[in-house]
């Protein structure tokens, strides 16, 4: 039986790896506590309202309920979890239509425009600026502008396209209308992204693969797709954090009262804000958080990316 003796070329590499791992670790440790106090400390008072039934006006003076804001029904049969509401469900219900569809338009539409700009034409830095400018505009700003254009009564598109449809005012059509918004706003961003891991693929690639005589279509599926993953998986974690905590297109183009037509954030600010119940808002608020991690879970399993 042979013993393999590492060289001191071996022990000197390892070595070295070891100093930069600990050098990393220290480089690590002013951000993880920034971390800790900016996210760690809210995110633990959440949980721990989300345990207890208190108003937001006064939070020193509280009930402890355990799980009782997410589940609990009386002697009487009358449910109080929000898990038992119906309309948390509907507001779940649209809030994932919202994501999964956005999302996946913009994903489309922005390896389109990533595509045709990382392609040398003339005028291609203009059309670099120029397609940021949906995504540069506030939300708000955007969100108002397209209900004015929706508008039954004077809206270029409600009245001079749809002949006085008012889209808004129809949650079947509404929610599709402010996808639409979403993916005109957006979609730029996902573009950006995408660009920036297609600049990282190296030329030559593809100057071999057109010497073997693939096809672009060939290309696109077998190098530039696969090779894609680490960053779309980037772009698609970012898009979908965005989009499940939507608020602000919601709450300009058709307000927040109509339980038809709820998010989960404006579910959250329902209970915390409007109903002053601290407790409910924070048990909400961990259930979205938990949603949303599953969701990355999720992607990362699918992508199959490893982190090295």
Do not use: C, H
Not at 36 to 50: C, D, E, H, W
Request: without cysteine; aromatic residues 12%; charged residues 10%.
């Amino acid at each position: 039986m042979t013993t393999t003796v590492p060289t001191n070329k071996a022990v000197k590499q390892r070595g070295i790896e070891a100093t930069r791992a600990r050098q990393a670790v220290w480089l690590l440790i002013p951000t993880m506590i920034a971390i800790i106090l900016v996210a760690g400390y809210p995110l633990y008072r959440t949980i721990f309202f989300s345990l207890f039934e208190a108003n937001l006006t006064s939070p020193d003076q509280k009930t402890f309920l355990g799980l009782g804001n997410f589940w609990f029904t009386t002697d009487e049969g009358i449910a109080l979890g929000f898990l038992q509401d119906p309309k948390w469900w509907g507001a779940v219900t649209n809030t994932l239509l919202f994501t999964v569809v956005s999302v996946f338009l913009e994903t489309v539409f922005g390896m389109i425009i990533a595509l045709v700009v990382n392609s040398a034409f003339p005028g291609r830095a203009f059309l670099r600026t120029a397609m940021l400018v949906p995504w540069a505009i506030p939300t708000v700003v955007s969100a108002q502008m397209w209900a004015y254009m929706y508008n039954d009564s004077f809206g270029l598109i409600g009245r001079g396209l749809l002949g006085g449809t008012a889209l808004l005012a129809n949650p079947t059509t509404s929610i599709w209308a402010m996808i639409a918004v979403d993916v005109w706003k957006t979609t730029s961003f996902m573009a950006l992204l995408i660009l920036a891991g297609l600049q990282s693929l190296p030329s030559d690639m593809y100057e071999a693969a057109d010497m073997d005589g693939a096809s672009k279509g060939r290309q696109f599926w077998q190098m530039t797709l696969p090779l894609l993953r680490p960053a779309l998986l980037v772009a698609l974690v970012f898009r979908s954090l965005d989009a499940l905590r939507v608020f602000d297109i919601m709450s300009v183009m058709v307000g927040n009262v109509s339980a038809a037509r709820l998010s989960m954030t404006a579910y959250a600010r329902q209970a915390l804000i409007d109903n002053q119940l601290l407790g409910m808002g924070s048990a909400v608020s961990i259930a979205i958080f938990i949603i949303i991690m599953v969701i990355v879970v999720v992607y990362v399993t699918a992508f199959r990316v490893k982190f090295d």
